[in-house]
């Protein structure tokens, strides 16, 4: 029998999958998701770490991409970049009720030499 944090893993992994395969793992109120969106061509999406506790779950998602346009004022370099994106998501009754993401930006600017 499983947990329920098991049961609540199952339902944010189809959850993120179907979020990448409608383009909406960029919908976030962080300031530069819509940039990242457009900057980064070639996109690759990892689920790479789950946390769950009770109603709650965190997922670490890893995107590479290549570096193809402006991202925060900085050129496109053509370099390749790991951007890491966490999300939170709220299980009530077997089902999410709220969602929220962050990207990992101070990891992301060095790796396109941002000023």
Same mark, same amino acid.
Request: hydrophobic fraction near 40%; proline fraction near 1%; charge should be negative.
């Given at each position: 029998m499983?947990?329920?944090?098991? %049961?609540n893993?199952? @339902?944010? &992994? #189809?959850?993120i999958?179907e @979020?990448w395969n409608k383009?909406?793992?960029?919908q &976030?109120?962080?300031?530069? #998701?819509?940039?990242?969106a457009?900057?980064?061509?070639?996109?690759?999406?990892?689920?790479?770490? &789950?946390?769950?506790?009770g109603?709650k779950?965190?997922a670490?998602i =890893?995107i590479?991409g290549l570096? %193809? #346009?402006?991202?925060?004022g900085n050129?496109p370099?053509?370099?390749? =970049?790991?951007? &890491?994106q966490f999300r939170e998501?709220?299980? =009530?009754?077997?089902k999410?009720t %709220?969602?929220?993401?962050?990207?990992?930006?101070?990891t992301l600017l060095? $790796?396109i $030499? #941002?000023?």
């Open positions: 499983k947990t329920i944090e098991q %049961n893993i199952e @339902m944010v &992994t #189809a959850k999958e @979020m383009g909406d793992i960029y &976030t109120d962080q300031f530069f #998701a819509e940039q990242i457009e900057a980064f061509e070639d996109q690759h999406y990892i689920l790479a770490d &789950t946390l769950a506790q109603e779950v965190i670490r =890893v590479t570096h %193809n #346009a402006s991202f925060a050129s370099t053509g370099k390749s =970049v790991q951007i &890491t998501f709220h299980i =009530v009754d077997g999410i %709220n969602h929220s993401g962050w990207f990992d930006t101070g060095p $790796q $030499q #941002a000023k």
